[in-house]
């Protein structure tokens, strides 16, 4: 029970039962506003926050952050806020949620419920997860309590008038919790805690007990329980996994109130938000567009002002800076130089250098080496793992086969405890296979950024002195160059760890990394904590980067920029995609086995770290490795091979395939592929089929094929296939064509179904317009 509701249930004592206004002290202060306002029949009331003239401070008053400024949010408005790290996004929504603003502002609406979304704070005892949720809306609680005492009271037998006026006050209480439907919370509650991975016995579990990640998922059940009139949302997507963000998303678009979230997740923003306010220069600007547009807008509009500062700085060189334009003068320089700076702070950030080149290994049939971009730096062959094998439990209990590559560029996506940590831990070799076998390149390098990366750092030591730790023999200049290349530059570089932000330890991290330049670059969830345009940076250093990557992300639009190609890691199935939409898909089928709430072992998937698989206070995949499904993974492929047959009678359809020639390969044909770990051939699809010219014939040097049993994509030779089939003109266009009808079909009765409750709607809206002219 939260520590208000213990409060509330102290001052019971002193309530009226009789009367209603004794009982509506009880209710929180912004309710009791809302009250009075209705009370006393006031016109016009919103909840819309307007406040003019709005300067904010840090708490110990150094330093300005919002000067003169005006605070608009409007009422039912889904917004995103904007701005570098260190220009006061976290300490608005700190004050607007506790209220505690400076004196001056003394406008803030009262009766607006603001409620803060972030990572719950330890302490020695909060309760179950279910308890912690539930106790959490702090109307609820009061009228919970208020309607125990009522019944208690009426119970006692008092007198027929007493009686009568209890009865009255108890129909209150019933009709203010209806209201707020808290007689389903429990149900709703744990409608959410199923999909987000706890079920009826981890919901039991302290709270205290959970990881950073899972103490995030608690608090964002919190925020959509509490169903506030505005929600702030700082970093929401932060140690969240694949499937976690998408509800989110899918909650933040049906939130019926306000709402103003801070995230680097730009597809969460472009598919949720629909104003974007932006903290700049000390004041805030609003944009009343998409996400995708407020980009371009906000470019143009600073391009536009440095344009116009130049010819003014060109028309002006000479000028007394004791003067009012002489001090103008002196601001446009600044705001110029600012600009200019973090254009090529950007432009250069997360540079990664070109790794040296490696001697070939492996030779095709015919005895030559294979190109570069095909030289294999790990593979994984026939690989199960299990952290105790004594269970029966095993993370890969199919074998896997994985071959990393020069030219790899895979993201992988999917749930936490799936063994997506796990994965990257065996190619690393900081696992053991349980069973198969991992082999290296002897001479090539790797770059490993892992969630927890940041651990490592001495908080007592700069930037400078790290580096210089890491490599004794190097000079501190060029030490200092390197890091000025991931945006740790002048006063940042000598500023002792403690003092910076999380982005900024994460910046430094990337700076050891990439000094010896990796051939292998593995990144675990590398944009937490990092802004926007550090993640742009980010994307562009990535996309020039010419070694192998593995990305691990649950940003979307990260992914969908860096990488050729998708590994889905759910319980159960290993599978390699060329597009994002149908890695998606797999996610979103592990979503409906959750929200079925019957294959997760609850007692495995949040077990903390049964494992050893380092938890802490960070969060992120702490229960690594716990996942498994009850009934064994064959009943969930059984099910879905099932529901494959059912769809394939719907539609039978038949295809004249054409045999082709080994020298006329194109995207798109069928054909048998041999794979390189057990050199059998599988049915596969050709993806991509580059070449060269030579003397009139095409000499293929990279095929990539997807093998269309196992879903994993690999790069063969030419000699390595058989059996080549063209499908006929306009066949995998056809087949995009179902799909899209079919999605269509199902987003038409979607939205029948939303158009006739609209319908609805109006009628009844209608109907009461014609009832309230006729009293007239």
């Not at 608009?72 to 917004?79: S, V």
């Amino acid at each position: 029970m939260s520590a208000e509701l213990l409060k509330q249930v102290t001052d019971l004592s002193t309530i009226q039962w009789t009367d209603i206004k004794s009982i509506q002290t009880t209710f929180p202060s912004w309710m009791q506003e809302k009250i009075a306002l209705e009370d006393a029949k006031a016109k016009n009331v919103t909840n819309k926050i307007e406040i003019i003239n709005f300067t904010m401070q840090t708490p110990i008053k150094d330093k300005t952050l919002l000067k003169n400024t005006e605070l608009t949010i409007d009422a039912n408005k889904k917004a995103c806020v904007y701005g570098m790290n260190g220009v006061g996004k976290t300490l608005l929504f700190h004050y607007m949620a506790t209220g505690k603003f400076t004196p001056t502002v003394k406008n803030f609406p009262k009766h607006v419920f603001v409620y803060h979304c972030k990572e719950l704070e330890h302490t020695e005892d909060e309760g179950t997860v279910f308890e912690t949720i539930i106790n959490a809306h702090p109307l609820r609680n009061a009228l919970v309590a208020a309607e125990a005492k009522l019944n208690e009271v009426i119970a006692a037998g008092p007198d027929a008038e007493t009686l009568e006026k209890l009865e009255e006050s108890l129909a209150y209480i019933q009709l203010q919790m209806r209201g707020i439907g808290g007689y389903s919370a429990a149900d709703r509650i744990r409608s959410m805690l199923r999909v987000l991975g706890f079920d009826e016995a981890s919901e039991k579990r302290n709270t205290k007990d959970l990881s950073g990640g899972l103490r995030m998922r608690v608090s964002l059940c919190m925020a959509f329980f509490i169903e506030a009139d505005l929600l702030l949302l700082d970093e929401p997507t932060n140690h969240l996994d694949f499937p976690s963000v998408l509800w989110l998303e899918h909650r933040l678009r049906a939130y019926r109130k306000s709402f103003l979230v801070v995230t680097h997740d730009r597809e969460l923003l472009e598919n949720c938000t629909s104003q974007v306010l932006v903290i700049e220069d000390q004041k805030i600007q609003y944009f009343n567009c998409n996400f995708k547009q407020f980009e371009k807008l906000k470019a143009k509009q600073d391009k536009k002002k440095f344009d116009d500062i130049e010819k003014f700085l060109m028309k002006n060189r000479n000028v007394d800076y004791s003067t009012p334009l002489g001090r103008t003068k002196a601001d446009y320089q600044a705001w110029s130089q600012k600009y200019y700076q973090k254009q090529v702070m950007l432009a250069g950030k997360f540079t990664f250098p070109k790794p040296q080149a490696l001697k070939a290994l492996e030779q095709d049939e015919e005895g030559n080496d294979l190109p570069e971009e095909l030289t294999s730096l790990v593979k994984l062959n026939k690989v199960r793992f299990s952290y105790k094998p004594e269970d029966g439990h095993f993370i890969f209990n199919t074998p896997i086969s994985f071959n990393v590559q020069w030219c790899t560029r895979v993201g992988v996506l999917g749930p936490n405890g799936a063994g997506k940590s796990t994965l990257l831990k065996l190619i690393t070799k900081k696992l053991t296979p349980t069973d198969g076998s991992v082999t290296q390149h002897p001479d090539y390098q790797l770059a490993y950024f892992g969630q927890h990366s940041t651990a490592e750092l001495d908080m007592q030591l700069t930037a400078n002195e790290f580096m210089q730790g890491q490599f004794p023999e190097t000079k501190a200049g060029i030490l200092t160059n390197h890091l000025a290349k991931t945006g740790i530059v002048g006063d940042v570089a000598s500023t002792r760890m403690v003092d910076l932000t999380y982005s900024q330890r994460s910046c430094i991290i990337f700076a050891k990394l990439t000094f010896v330049p990796p051939h292998l670059l593995i990144m675990d969830e590398p944009t937490n904590f990092l802004d926007l345009d550090s993640v742009d940076a980010l994307i562009t250093a990535a996309n020039k980067y010419t070694g192998a990557l593995l990305l691990v992300s649950h940003n979307r639009n990260f992914l969908k920029k860096t990488c050729t190609h998708f590994l889905s890691v759910v319980p159960g199935k290993f599978a390699m995609f060329d597009n994002l939409k149908e890695a998606e898909r797999a996610t979103y089928d592990f979503i409906a086995i959750m929200e079925a709430g019957k294959a997760l072992d609850a007692e495995n998937l949040v077990s903390g770290d049964a494992h050893g698989t380092g938890g802490g206070s960070a969060g992120g995949d702490a229960f690594d490795g716990n996942l498994v499904i009850k009934n064994k993974v064959a009943e969930v492929e059984v099910v879905e091979e099932v529901s494959n047959v059912k769809k394939e009678k719907k539609a039978v359809k038949s295809y004249v395939f054409t045999p082709v020639e080994k020298t006329d390969l194109k995207a798109g044909d069928m054909c048998e592929a041999k794979y390189f770990a057990d050199k059998k051939f599988y049915s596969a699809k050709i993806m991509k089929a580059k070449f060269n010219m030579k003397d009139g014939v095409k000499v293929y040097k990279k095929i990539d094929v997807l093998f269309v049993k196992y879903g994993n994509v690999e790069s063969v030779t030419v000699d390595l296939l058989k059996n080549i089939k063209r499908p006929p003109t306009g066949y995998w266009e056809a087949k995009e064509a179902e799909a899209k009808a079919q999605k269509a079909q199902k987003a038409g009765a979607k939205g029948g179904n939303k158009g006739g409750a609209k319908g609805g709607n109006n009628r009844n809206r209608n109907q009461n317009t014609k009832k309230t002219a006729q009293r007239a």
